[in-house]
T-cell receptor, first 117, second 112 residues
Framework: GAVVSQHPSWVICKSGTSVKIECRSL??????MFWYRQFPKQSLMLMAT?????????EQGVEKDKFLINHASLTLSTLTVTSAHPEDSSFYIC?????????????FGPGTRLTVL | GENVEQHPSTLSVQEGDSAVIKCTYS??????FPWYKQELGKGPQLIID?????GEKKDQRIAVTLNKTAKHFSLHITETQPEDSAVYFC???????????FGRGTSLIVHP
């Protein structure tokens, strides 16, 4: 149990376009989902926390107008990178907290590799 | 806020040897300590975790120890195998927060 999927697994786009990444909890309801960014050989950097039905909470330094997060249901959160630029190229990973299932635990998706040309 | 230090950054061992990765944390309110394994190009996978009311937990070849007084916890892998090669992250979180603070990661290389 506790499976989190992401789609797409990789995407290449042109500079200036927008890209949407989906994160789904497949076998549990996730009251809270998290979005991370990871550069090569570095740790995970938390970008934002999204709670179902409410606005996301962004970490300091993360532009909320550039990284739009929507958590429309207990099983789906989306991250949209708007007007993408080459510096947005990175590995984006979501995670979901089971909430009612077990405290503190997070389960990660497989990640999405974004390359902006 | 919480600060998690992880050492070493790189660990190279021979197949069959043991590997130990150590982490320290700063926030005495932290009570949940997961360990994640991340293979190249994939998301982190939870491999073992420990809560503050326990000093040690074992799962086959993997064990985690926690010293709350000293604020450090360690991952022990015995009889290492080449498929154990990956980056391992420790993390700490407090109370009802689901948001862990991650260490910088340890790249474990197991030579056949």
């Amino acid at each position: 149990g506790a499976v989190v999927s992401q789609h797409p697994s990789w995407v290449i786009c042109k500079s200036g376009t927008s890209v949407k990444i989906e994160c789904r909890s497949l076998d549990f309801q996730a009251t809270t989902m998290f979005w991370y960014r990871q550069f090569p050989k570095q740790s995970l950097m938390l970008m934002a926390t999204s709670n179902e039905g409410s606005k996301a909470t962004y970490e300091q330094g993360v532009e909320k107008d550039k990284f739009l997060i929507n958590h429309a249901s207990l099983t789906l959160s989306t991250l949209t990178v708007t007007s993408a630029h080459p510096e947005d190229s990175s590995f984006y990973i979501c995670s979901a907290g089971p909430g009612l299932r077990r405290g503190n635990e997070q389960f990660f998706g497989p990640g999405t590799r974004l390359t902006v040309l | 806020g919480e600060n998690v230090e992880q050492h070493p950054s790189t660990l190279s061992v021979q197949e069959g040897d043991s590997a130990v990765i150590k982490c320290t944390y700063s926030d005495s309110a932290s009570n949940y300590f997961p360990w994640y394994k991340q293979e190249l190009g994939k998301g982190p996978q939870l491999i073992i975790d420990i809560r503050s009311n326990v000093g040690e937990k074992k799962d086959q070849r993997i064990a985690v120890t926690l010293n709350k007084t000293a604020k450090h916890f360690s991952l022990h892998i015995t009889e290492t195998q080449p498929e154990d090669s990956a980056v391992y992250f420790c993390a700490a979180s407090a109370g009802g927060s689901y948001i862990p603070t991650f260490g910088r990661g340890t790249s474990l290389i197991v030579h056949p």
